[in-house]
């Protein structure tokens, strides 16, 4: 049986209670809209949020006709459910990313926002990213930068052991990683995408900032430094806009999901399993959520 890196399980949190509602990051949540709205098509047939929990930028994707919310937890795309109501536009579906359930080429837009830094293995996530990705669509990335200006201030002061100059990723607590800038090109590059677009978000991420200065000022100095792209690499978070590999051909009309086990095109009958003709195993649909984490026995 094929095995996968691990995978970061939000299953059962209060993520969105803890670490958004009233937790003093207004100032993060609107300056990463500014990046997202800069880089992302304004309009497309299929987009896809990669770890996109419980729909927290679901507002931001209007001109799409389908939006697929993809996560590994379950109960944060309950939470989605229940956020954004019956709105037939969105698809919700659980399932490991390094085993995505999606025929070749569907998406003309990918966006992975906060979920990167979960990654144990992003190369294997970008393969299969292209693999999904329509050709010559888009994919917006944004990743924990290593080499932003807390961390080289920590490394001069010896407050940190590792250095935020060496291009390898760092895992400073389990499943959680910061990334170079350059290594994430890297990576990307060798999976067939092309970066056309960089922007430094969160510069002003700093505690005692955010108490002093009220957040629509700092959203708009951080999106004035947004427009320094490349120039810098400096903020905690960066945000890139990269091309799909131009090589292959779209989804055929009318083809979704496919088995995450032996890629057969499976076909999609509302509230019931979609069973491989390929392979047999069965997958559970329930209450408009699409399960791939495992098959199920009925």
């Known amino acids: 049986m094929m095995t996968f890196p691990p995978v970061c399980d939000y299953e059962g949190s209060d993520y969105r209670q803890n670490f958004w509602e009233?937790?003093?990051?207004?100032?993060?949540?609107?300056?990463?809209?500014?990046?997202?709205?800069?880089?992302?098509?304004?309009?497309?047939?299929?987009?896809?949020?990669?770890?996109?929990?419980?729909?927290?930028?679901?507002?931001?994707?209007?001109g799409y006709d389908k939006v697929v919310l993809f996560d590994y937890s379950r109960s944060l795309l309950r939470e989605a459910q229940a956020r954004l109501g019956?709105?037939?536009?969105?698809?919700?579906?659980?399932?490991?990313?390094?085993?995505?359930?999606?025929?070749?080429?569907?998406f003309d837009t990918l966006v992975q926002i906060r979920s990167l830094h979960h990654t144990a293995e992003p190369a294997a996530l970008f393969d299969q990213l292209a693999r999904i990705g329509r050709p010559g669509g888009s994919y917006v990335l944004e990743f924990a930068?290593?080499?932003?200006?807390?961390?080289?201030?920590?490394?001069?002061?010896?407050?940190?052991?590792?250095?935020?100059?060496?291009?390898?990723?760092?895992?400073?607590?389990?499943?959680?990683?910061?990334?170079?800038?350059?290594?994430?090109?890297?990576?990307?590059?060798?999976a067939g995408f092309k970066t056309e677009q960089t922007l430094p978000v969160s510069y002003f991420r700093v505690p005692?900032?955010?108490?002093?200065?009220?957040?629509?000022?700092?959203?708009?100095?951080?999106?004035?430094m947004q427009r320094t792209g490349s120039l810098g690499h400096l903020s905690p978070s960066v945000f890139?806009?990269?091309?799909?590999?131009?090589?292959?051909?779209?989804?055929?009309?009318?083809?979704?999901?496919?088995?995450?086990?032996?890629?057969?095109?499976?076909?999609?009958?509302?509230d019931s399993p979609l069973s491989c003709g390929g392979c047999g195993l069965k997958w559970k649909v329930e209450d408009g959520l699409y399960d791939f984490k495992e098959p199920t026995l009925v």
């Open 208 to 224: 005692l900032l955010k108490r002093l200065v009220p957040t629509p000022w700092l959203v708009g100095l951080d999106s004035l």
């Open 240 to 270: 890139t806009h990269n091309r799909n590999p131009s090589d292959g051909q779209p989804a055929q009309p009318g083809q979704f999901f496919a088995c995450p086990k032996c890629a057969t095109p499976l076909e999609d009958h509302g």
């Open 145 to 190: 930068n290593k080499k932003n200006l807390k961390a080289i201030l920590r490394y001069a002061l010896r407050r940190q052991n590792w250095s935020p100059f060496d291009t390898e990723p760092v895992e400073f607590i389990r499943l959680h990683y910061d990334f170079h800038p350059a290594w994430v090109r890297e990576r990307l590059g060798n």
């Open 86 to 106: 019956n709105d037939p536009r969105f698809i919700y579906v659980a399932g490991n990313w390094y085993d995505m359930p999606f025929v070749d080429g569907l």
């Open 22 to 62: 009233g937790q003093g990051r207004e100032y993060e949540d609107l300056s990463e809209r500014v990046a997202l709205r800069r880089l992302l098509p304004k309009t497309g047939s299929v987009l896809m949020e990669i770890g996109a929990g419980f729909g927290r930028l679901a507002s931001e994707y209007r």
